[in-house]
């Protein structure tokens, strides 16, 4: 453990790990295997399992049942819903033993938001502030500020930093302003204001 705020590991959950930042909570059947990597100020929810050679950063919130397996990278500040499911291997069979450097990774970048029960296919990035809807399949990168619904998840529309829905001129109601960063595959960057705005 490390950092000079405690960790707090309930007595029915098991850390392993002894790689886990300051002030993180891990709850009661909660499993952090060792060589997992989790951040400061993390939440770790009932029923939560987090393989070795996963890698959580600061501030990450777990809800109950999510699986994070090895090669699952998720940034600062990213919400995973109750039941959240992650990948690793797109030719999984139950006989015979895999090299883990097999393993298809995934990177789930800062401030994301992924909704209970989604699912996500490895091999993919999903974009800073990105939101996964509840119950989507994401199969393929998602652009930053995305709101990806459905199974196969699709591009529904644009999200503000806070979450809320951007309107068609990607205006929130927060009062920040986007713009997209070129193609819709890149995500939304931050509008600069134009002189006389």
């Keep these: 453990m490390t950092g000079s705020e405690p960790v707090f590991v309930h007595p029915a959950g098991l850390c392993e790990s002894r790689q886990v930042g300051a002030g993180t909570r891990i709850w009661a059947f909660a499993h952090v295997l060792a060589g997992a990597v989790?951040?400061?100020?993390c939440n770790i929810g009932d029923h939560a399992y987090i393989e070795g050679g996963a890698c959580?950063?600061?501030?990450?919130?777990?809800?109950?049942?999510?699986?994070?397996?090895?090669?699952?990278?998720?940034?600062d500040d990213v919400f995973?819903?109750?039941?959240?499911?992650?990948?690793?291997?797109?030719?999984?069979?139950?006989?015979?033993?895999?090299d883990p450097a097999s393993f298809v990774p995934t990177h789930v970048c800062r401030g994301a938001t992924i909704g209970a029960n989604a699912t996500i296919v490895c091999g993919v990035t999903i974009g800073d502030h990105a939101f996964v809807?509840?119950?989507?399949?994401?199969h393929r990168d998602v652009p930053a500020h995305a709101l990806v619904v459905g199974n196969p998840g699709r591009l529904a529309g644009w999200v503000c930093q806070?979450?809320?829905?951007?309107?068609a001129g990607l205006t929130c109601s927060c009062g920040q302003r986007w713009e997209l960063a070129g193609e819709p595959?890149?995500?939304?960057?931050r509008r600069t204001c134009n002189a006389g705005e």
């Design 80 to 98: 995973l819903g109750p039941n959240v499911v992650f990948t690793n291997d797109l030719r999984p069979r139950s006989f015979g033993s895999k």
């Design 185 to 189: 595959t890149a995500g939304l960057r």
């Design 162 to 167: 806070c979450a809320r829905p951007l309107d």
């Design 56 to 75: 959580l950063g600061d501030r990450v919130t777990v809800k109950n049942a999510v699986l994070v397996w090895d090669k699952v990278t998720v940034d």
């Design 133 to 138: 809807a509840a119950g989507a399949v994401v």
């Design 38 to 41: 989790v951040g400061a100020g």
